[in-house]
Nanobody, 125 residues
Framework: QLQLVESGGGLVQPGGSLRLSCAASGFTLDYYAIGWFRQAPGKEREGVSCISSRGGVTNYADSVKGRFTISRDNAKNTVNLQMNSLKPEDTAVYYC??????????????????WGQGTQVTVSS
């Protein structure tokens, strides 16, 4: 059974950093495109970043470009999201999602079939 588990969330001050991880059990992430999404209270879920199954394609939302970096750690079967220069508006529950495809990733929720339970990120002083 496909399972995704996010970790690494927490409370951080503005300007700080967090590293989120998306770990898989039951399958190898190598063959999956992975997306990171977030949802703030009262707002719709939005795409943050994604990485293709071969790692050759990455995409970022304009709001996080230059601050967030997505990467694969195939040895640990995880996909990480390094978040730097965090802002209060980055506060949200962050989710990772997966789909088995060689197509370039896109940041659309319906593209993905498996989802994690989410991890809370709070940016506040």
């Amino acid at each position: 059974q496909l399972q995704l588990v996010e970790s690494g969330g927490g409370l951080v001050q503005p300007g700080g950093s967090l590293r989120l991880s998306c770990a898989a059990s039951g399958f190898t992430l190598d063959y999956y495109a992975i997306g990171w999404f977030r949802q703030a209270p009262g707002k719709e879920r939005e795409g943050v970043s994604c990485i293709s199954s071969r790692g050759g394609v990455t995409n970022y939302a304009d709001s996080v470009k230059g601050r967030f970096t997505i990467s694969r750690d195939n040895a640990k079967n995880t996909v990480n999201l390094q978040m730097n220069s965090l802002k209060p508006e980055d506060t949200a529950v962050y989710y990772c999602a997966a789909v088995p495809t060689i197509r370039p990733c896109i940041m659309t929720s319906s593209f993905y079939g498996a989802w994690g339970q989410g991890t809370q990120v709070t940016v506040s002083s």
